[in-house]
């Protein structure tokens, strides 16, 4: 009872008597931290869409290094402030914290963190194409507890930077300017082997999507239902990636047609 007792006015010396503490500035430093952040999150991406694709991704990935920098430097210019910073009372106030939002928020907790490791290891970047799960698309935002993704159909979906920790993250560009995109056909034979990568080639060269500093491969391999081939290119522009695998699809089945060569279904697996 005793110990209890004497820890209330313990606990009450690490705080800063109401008297002692600035809360003006302390809510000048909070609005000047919230308009900062606002006008860069509003700026840069304004700034990227208009700029060319390479600067457009740095832009894009400096948003969430400058609101995590702007929030850390924000916390250690208030605590100060508000608490008598020793290392008695940063160790206390750390445990107490750790403890009641380990319980109370384990998930969201979670979330930042992963979001934190994120900006280390960068799975993902603003800009990024990414599949996440069953979910692809481009990385629009990345938050300290989500990431927003634009898919092909124009849908937005916030992803929790938890998946980090138990899903496979597929990057298509990693930070690139460019990904591959894959255009599938499957053939019956018997057809000219040689004339038909060299069709497909030129049905790539001449599409008007085509990053020329690229290679194009053609990819031939034999399947149980007939010939595989995979005409596999990148795109000058990442966001006119479906125009681009429709436009290799459509001209490749007509070039397939061309040569008196008949496609044959995909099997299952392979949608």
Same mark, same amino acid.
């Given at each position: %009872? ?50 060319? #694709? ?26 100060? %402030?508000?608490?008598?910073?020793? /290392?008695? #009372? ?6 107490? /914290? ?45 938050? %300290? $507890? ?24 597929? #990057?298509? #560009?990693?930070?690139? $300017? ?10 019956? *034979? *018997?057809?000219?082997?040689?004339? %038909? $990568? ?36 990148? *795109? ?36």
């Amino acid at each position: %009872m005793a110990q209890q007792a004497s820890s209330s006015p313990e606990a009450a010396s690490m705080i800063r008597s109401i008297g002692d503490i600035d809360f003006v500035t302390i809510a000048l430093i909070i609005l000047g931290t919230w308009l900062a952040i606002t006008l860069v999150k509003r700026t840069l991406p304004w700034v990227a869409e208009r700029g060319p #694709n390479r600067l457009r991704l740095w832009l894009l990935g400096a948003v969430p290094i400058f609101r995590l920098a702007a929030t850390a430097l924000a916390v250690i210019w208030i605590i100060p %402030m508000v608490v008598k910073v020793t /290392v008695e #009372n940063f160790l206390v106030i750390a445990g107490a /914290v750790g403890v009641a939002f380990g319980f109370a928020f384990k998930d969201y907790i979670s979330s930042l963190i992963a979001g934190i490791v994120a900006q280390f290891e960068t799975p993902w970047r603003a800009g990024d194409w990414v599949k996440i799960g069953s979910d692809y698309g481009e990385v629009r935002s990345v938050g %300290m $507890r989500a990431i927003t993704l634009r898919t092909l159909h124009d849908d937005i979906i916030t992803v929790p930077n938890l998946k980090l920790w138990d899903n496979n993250i597929a #990057n298509s #560009n990693d930070g690139e $300017r460019t990904l591959m995109c894959v255009a599938d056909f499957y053939i019956a *034979p *018997p057809f000219d082997a040689q004339r %038909m $990568r060299a069709a497909l080639r030129d049905v790539a060269l001449t599409s008007a999507w085509l990053c020329y500093d690229k290679p194009i491969i053609v990819f031939v391999e034999q399947a149980k239902v007939g010939t595989h081939i995979e005409l596999r290119c990148y *795109p000058f522009e990442m966001r006119d990636q479906g125009h681009f695998i429709s436009d290799l699809t459509v001209r490749g089945k007509e070039a397939i047609q061309a040569l008196g060569a008949t496609e044959v279904s995909a099997p299952a697996a392979a949608g």
